[in-house]
């Protein structure tokens, strides 16, 4: 067993000092409230250039946030890219809104105005500009559009934290962006989200809905953040070769199914089942949000160094695609391969014979998943990328510049390609 050398799928980025600052809230009684809070929201707001932050409890709680503070009558559509992470739509259809997908481009897994101007109709009240993968969607050229059919843009910034398009962070360009502090994103909090905007109204109102919101449980948000710390340990390469590799090989060795977390149909019914709603962001998550502050361009910028030289090195692949930087930004939060569907697993079990864990992705084309297939409006049997072509890989910096050429060997080898020498293609 390849027990040096291993890759695990993600590596949970957490920032120099966390454990300590975890300890120090615990002892000082600082978990649920707070200094960290109110710093945190006036200096992720600084960074961003917006006016206004205000923090909730996960990426999916800001979004509910965001949807209710932007106050859209009831029954409204909103446009959705139809391969997304399914629990957005999701809280827009809990709180009475209509989903609707509009088709994503096929390089970058993203929608523009081509795909979302057909989806408008006299009944659409808002857009979600998605940002899928750390790639920039044309945000420019979306809000555009939303403003001369007079529609709101909310922009999903969960994959997309510390994006510019121009010089210009994404989350500001639309009227809210919704970013997440989850364990598996570029800027993990101990879990935990927000929103972002400009605009005095929704501020207000979002102060409203956060007045009356509950803060979780202090034993809720201390047994995540330990869950959290734990989960960064055991993915730093070196402790993931010897604790959840040997795991991992066992299980793919007697055909066991390999600890993926809950998607599509099943991912719905979990989140129903926790009865979602606006809550607070905890003065710890802030107080890690402080040190990511620190790091996060660095971070991103480690990242994009990895995932070019991936591209690089694994030059041409037959029959197997490498995400594409299209314009603007890209930092790879995730590194998506596209293959065929009956390929997939090939490949990531012969990388995970060699040491290198990948994921399955958590995205989703949403018209085929129960709660969306129900409407009208996909019943013209529109289709998305399918979720089982995709792979994702691990880029980031906390990954060698070895490991990284290695990993790009491996895949080659698996296509029966010889290994790429500089300035082959
Ligand atoms: C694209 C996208 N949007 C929103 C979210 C929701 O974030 P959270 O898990 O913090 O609720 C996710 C989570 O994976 C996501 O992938």
Known sequence: ?????????????????????????????????????????????????????????????????ALEALGLEKGKEIIFPILTFPVMPMVAKILGYEPVFCEVDPDTFNSGPEHIESKISDNTGAVLAT?????????????ALADEHNIRVLEDCAHA???????????????IGIFSFAEGKNMPCFGGGAIATADDEIAQRAREVLAKAPMPAKGAITKEAVTIWAKWLLTRPS??????????????????????????????EEFIS??????????????????????????????KRNARLLTEQLGEVEGLKAPRALAGDHIYVYYPLTLAPDRRDDLRHYLLRHGIDSKT???????????????????????????AS????????????NKIRRIARVIRAWAGLPEKVNGER
């Not at 978990?31 to 945190?40: A, K, Y």
């Not at 007697?254 to 991912?267: C, I, T, W, Y």
């Not at 129900?374 to 399918?386: I, V």
């Open 161 to 175: 934290c510390g994006v510019r398009v121009d010089g210009q962070q994404v989350g500001t360009f639309g009227d």
């Open 274 to 303: 926790t009865n979602p709603r606006v809550s607070r962001l905890s003065n710890l998550q802030a107080a890690i949000g402080l040190l990511q502050l620190k790091h996060i361009d660095s971070f991103n910028e480690g990242a």
């Open 239 to 268: 402790v993931f070769g010897m604790t959840a590799y040997p795991v991992l090989r066992l299980k793919l060795l007697s055909g066991k199914p390999l600890m993926d977390s809950a998607v599509g149909n099943e991912l719905l």
């Open 1 to 65: 067993m390849a027990l040096m050398g291993t890759v695990p799928r993600r590596c949970v980025n957490l920032p120099p000092g966390s454990l300590r600052t975890l300890v120090s809230c615990v002892l000082g009684d600082k978990v649920q409230e707070g200094p960290d809070l109110e710093q945190f929201q006036e200096k992720f707001g600084e960074w961003l250039g917006v006016p206004y932050v205000f923090g909730a409890s996960a990426g999916r709680s800001a979004f509910q946030l």
């Open 361 to 387: 992705t958590d995205m989703a084309d949403c018209s085929a998943l129960k709660p969306f297939r129900e409407r009208e409006y996909t019943e013209d049997k529109q289709k998305g990328p399918s979720e």
């Open 131 to 143: 940002h899928l993968f750390g790639q920039p969607c044309p945000v420019r050229e979306l809000v």
């Open 390 to 401: 995709i792979l994702e890989i691990c880029v980031y910096p906390v990954i060698s510049e």
